[in-house]
C-alpha cells in the first residue's frame, strides 16, 4: 500500500466520520482502510482516531494531521496536474453530482463523448435529488437547480431555467383548472412535492401583481426523485412544479399543460459548485466548460 494511498483514506475517514463509509467511497474493503489506518498510526507512532464499537473520533493528533494531510494530497495533484500536456491530455478520476433531472437529459447522454475526447479521465458521476455536502462527500464538481447554501465554495452559473406549474388534461377535468397561486394555496389542490432529508414545510414561490410570494401547498404524495412527480403529474394525481426542459416533450404532446398561468413560478438558477483548487485541476476544468456548452444550449432552446 503505498503511503499516498494511506493518506487519502485517512481523509476520508476523517470527513466521513466512518471507516466503512470510507471504505464504499474507495471501494476498497474495510479490512484495507483498516489497515492503512493501522499503518499510518504505525509510521506516525500516534493514534489518529479514538475508536469504540459505536463511534469513531479523530484525537487532537489526528485533528493536527488532517490539515497537513490535505495539504500534501493538493500539492501532489497540483504537480500532476501541472507535467507536460495536462491540459490538453488529462488524466485522473473526477466525481460529479447532479440533480436526477438534469444528471439524467443533461449529462449523463454527453459522458461518452467526453471520455472520447479525453480518454485518459474516468467519470464517477452520482445523481440525486438531495442536498449534497461537496467536501464531505469527495465531489469535485456539483451540478445543482436553486440557491446553493455553502458560501465557502466557487459558484459558476449556467442558465436560468424557466419552470411551470403543471398537471394532466385528466386531472384538470376533475379538480378545475387553478389561474393563480391563491387557488392552489393551503391545500385547494392536490400538490405533488419533492421529498429530500431535512426538507420541512413546501411552499412555492410564484410571481405575483405584487411580487414573489410564498405559498404553502399540501397533498398527498410525497418523493424524493423528481422524475416520479412528473409520472405522477402525467397519470392525473396533481399538479407538479417543474424545469420546462425536463418536460418540455409532455407539454408540446399535451399530455401536461400549464396551470396557475397567472401567478408563474419564477426561474431557477442552474449552476455549478466547485472548490477553488478544483478550478485549478484541468480535468475539472475541462468538464465543466464541456458540459456548460451543451447544457446551456439544452436550457436555452
Given amino acids: 500500500m503505498s503511503y499516498f494511498d494511506n493518506l487519502r483514506t485517512f481523509v476520508r475517514i476523517y470527513e466521513l466520520g466512518s471507516m466503512s463509509a470510507a471504505a464504499r467511497d474507495q471501494r476498497i474493503s474495510p479490512a484495507v482502510t483498516s489497515a492503512r489506518i493501522s499503518q499510518l498510526e504505525s509510521h506516525l507512532g500516534v493514534r489518529l482516531f479514538q475508536r469504540t464499537t459505536r463511534s469513531l473520533t479523530p484525537t487532537e493528533q489526528g485533528r493536527i494531521f488532517y490539515d497537513g494531510a490535505c495539504a500534501v494530497l493538493e500539492a501532489v495533484e497540483a504537480a500532476e496536474a501541472g507535467v507536460g500536456d495536462a491540459t490538453e491530455n488529462p488524466r485522473g478520476t473526477l466525481h460529479i453530482a447532479a440533480p436526477l433531472g438534469v444528471g439524467r437529459r443533461l449529462i449523463a447522454p454527453h459522458v461518452p463523448e467526453f471520455a472520447r475526447e479525453f480518454p485518459l479521465v474516468d467519470v464517477r458521476l452520482r445523481m440525486t435529488d438531495r442536498k449534497i455536502d461537496l467536501t464531505a462527500e469527495g465531489l469535485d464538481i456539483a451540478f445543482f437547480l436553486g440557491r446553493p447554501e455553502d458560501s465557502n465554495l466557487r459558484i459558476r452559473k449556467i442558465a436560468d431555467c ?71 403529474a402525467l397519470q392525473g394525481a396533481g399538479i407538479a412544479l417543474r424545469p420546462v426542459f425536463e418536460i418540455a416533450q409532455h407539454l408540446e404532446s399535451g399530455a401536461l399543460v400549464t396551470v396557475v398561468e397567472d401567478t408563474p413560478p419564477l426561474p431557477v438558477q442552474m449552476a455549478c459548485l466547485y472548490t477553488h483548487r478544483r478550478h485549478q485541476d484541468p480535468k475539472a476544468r475541462l468538464f465543466m466548460e464541456f458540459m456548460i456548452e451543451r447544457m446551456e444550449g439544452a436550457v436555452k432552446g
Fill in 162 to 232: 424557466e419552470r411551470v406549474l403543471c398537471a394532466a388534461p385528466a386531472y384538470i377535468a376533475e379538480h378545475g383548472h387553478p389561474k393563480t397561486g391563491a387557488e392552489i394555496d393551503r391545500g385547494k389542490h392536490n400538490c405533488l412535492n419533492l421529498r429530500f432529508p431535512g426538507a420541512t414545510e413546501f411552499q412555492w414561490e410564484l410571481s405575483t401583481p405584487d411580487g414573489p410570494r410564498k405559498f404553502d401547498v399540501q397533498g398527498r404524495f410525497e418523493c424524493d426523485d423528481s422524475d416520479v412527480l412528473t409520472d405522477w
